[in-house]
C-alpha cells in the first residue's frame, strides 16, 4: 500500500492551496482517510477526516477554510485550504485509517 501526497508550496496568508492524495494497493472505496498536519516543534495533529461513505470531520481550526473530499475511480482525497493562515504551516501528510498508513508528507509554508 502506497500513499502519495502533492500540492505543498509557499502562498501568502489568505490564499489557497489544494492537496492531493494518491492511494494505491488498497480497495480505495473502502478507505476511511485523514489528513494530518505537523508544524516545527508541535505534535502532529489532525486537520480533516473522511469515511469510506463521505462523512466528514473537522478539527475546529480549520473549520469553514478546510474541505476534505475524495474521488473513489481516482483513488485520491483531497484537502480544499482557503484563507490560509501562518498558522497553518507545517507537513501535511495523509493517513488510511484501516491500516495506519501514511504518506511522506508534502510541506504547506503560510507567509504573512
Known amino acids: 500500500v502506497h500513499l502519495v501526497e502533492s500540492g505543498g508550496g509557499l502562498v501568502q496568508a489568505g490564499g489557497s492551496l489544494r492537496l492531493s492524495c494518491v492511494v494505491s494497493g488498497f480497495n480505495f472505496r473502502l478507505a476511511s482517510m485523514a489528513w494530518y498536519r505537523q508544524a516545527p516543534g508541535q505534535q502532529r495533529e489532525m486537520v480533516a477526516a473522511?469515511?469510506?461513505?463521505?462523512?466528514?470531520d473537522y478539527a475546529d481550526s480549520v473549520k469553514g477554510r478546510f474541505t476534505i473530499s475524495r474521488n473513489n475511480a481516482w483513488n485520491t482525497v483531497y484537502l480544499q485550504m482557503n484563507s490560509l493562515k501562518p498558522d497553518d504551516t507545517g507537513v501535511y501528510s495523509c493517513n488510511l485509517r484501516q491500516r495506519d498508513l501514511w504518506g511522506r508528507g508534502t510541506q504547506v509554508t503560510v507567509s504573512s
Open positions: 473522511i469515511t469510506s461513505s463521505g462523512v466528514t
